[in-house]
């Protein structure tokens, strides 16, 4: 959905930042 609450997207994007900090790849 384009309408996605900011609210929702940062929590999105800090879950994925936490993810990307926990990959072994990196």
């Known amino acids: ?3 996605v609450p900011l609210s929702r997207l940062a ?3 800090s879950r ?7 990959s072994p790849l990196l």
């Open 1 to 3: 959905d384009v309408c």
């Open 16 to 22: 994925s930042k936490v993810e990307l900090d926990a």
């Open 11 to 13: 929590e999105c994007i």
